[in-house]
């Protein structure tokens, strides 16, 4: 019998049957009293997901487009920012600002290391035209979790504006976007939310719309202005991708139903069980302060990372994620995001345990923490 296929990969995700099916809902009109209702709930539901008073606006593009849409609505051509540079996507807002010509001073961190809030604080006492603190909640290439709250908290008392990638870490980490002095917070739909990509969401404070009201760059599609009237009237400003949203919006009542405490408890004990299984075979995970639903871990010497996806996926039909750049031998990837149980925790770990020793690994003998 071929076994199901298993994502566990950092987006997209496993994701329940009932909420599949929701997608295949037979369209409606969008520009109706009807679709408004759908949309009156789901926008109050992103606003508790958010933890937060200001609106929470849907835009139909992936968590880059979002990133594209914080830089483009806040800036000027020429403003300086201060950018973490954590990997992948920290990186990623660097590459966002040169391309619209804004100056950004990054701090690089080493692989795996979470940035020092104190940096962030002598950069920004050493130049208070920064307009910007550009930060990842969770980045997702090494799984370190960023202190969020203590960056918050320093941004707060300057002018700056503290924006948040939060596209791998929302709903599944603590993230109360007002408690936690963020200006712009964005996620999108195809990791701890569960969804199929395509949908993304933004929220800017209200010192990040002072900032909108002057900000040179612009953008027509994701004009947050725009967005605003449409969100105040329970519509879009452009078409939205409706099927999608008929599986927000259950995905959002649950999480609501369950509360967000206990949806981070249930992926924080998942994790867990993955962490244990994973050092009782004898591996390491990669980085410092890791966040829920990623883990790096060090392919043991001489086995080859990249072979190890390779093999989990072609012999049990399990997805994990390579490394990208130097890390592709070295390193892979598990996420543990979306419609993720036990038994996929365990079937995953005895898959890994079972390729390992293809490659000649010797697991611990007796591991079996799962
Ligand atoms: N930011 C983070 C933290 C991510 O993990 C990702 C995707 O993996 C992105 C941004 C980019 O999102 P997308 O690929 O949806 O554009």
Known sequence: ????????????????????????????????GEFSKILERVNRNLQYLFQTKNPVFLLTCSGTGAMEAAVLNTLSKGD??????????????????????????????????????????????????????LTTLNETSTGVLTDIKSIGAIVNSYPAILVVDGVSGVGVEEMPMDAWHCDVLLTSSQKA?????????????????????????????????????????NQTAFTPAIALIYQLDPRLQKIRKEGLASYRRKYARLTEMLRRGIKAIGLNTAGEKL???????????????????????NNYHIYIAPSPGDLKTRLFRIGNFGDIKEKDISRMLSALKNTLSYFGFRAKPGSKAY
């Not at 566990?8 to 009932?18: A, N, R, S, W, Y």
């Not at 009201?213 to 969100?231: C, P, S």
Request: charged share 30%.
């Open 193 to 233: 939310m569960a969804l199929p990509p395509g949908l993304a969401f933004i929220s800017f404070s209200k010192k990040a719309l002072r900032l909108a009201e002057k900000a040179g760059l612009k953008t027509f599609y994701f004009d947050v202005f725009e967005y605003q009237k449409n969100w105040e009237r």
């Open 291 to 313: 966040s829920n639903c990623v883990t790096g871990i060090w392919s043991p010497d001489g086995i080859d990372a990249s072979k190890v996806v390779e093999r989990m996926q």
């Open 80 to 133: 300086e920012v201060l950018a973490v540079n954590g990997g992948t996507f920290g990186r990623r807002w660097t590459e966002i600002c040169k391309k619209h010509g804004v100056k950004v001073k990054e701090i690089k961190l080493k692989y795996g290391q979470p940035v020092d809030p104190k940096d962030i604080e002598r950069e920004l006492s050493r130049n208070r035209n920064i307009k910007a603190v």
């Open 1 to 32: 019998m071929v076994k199901k296929r298993l994502l566990m990969v950092l987006g997209p995700t496993q994701i329940e049957e009932e909420i599949l099916k929701k997608g295949a809902t037979p369209q409606m009109y969008n520009r109706t």
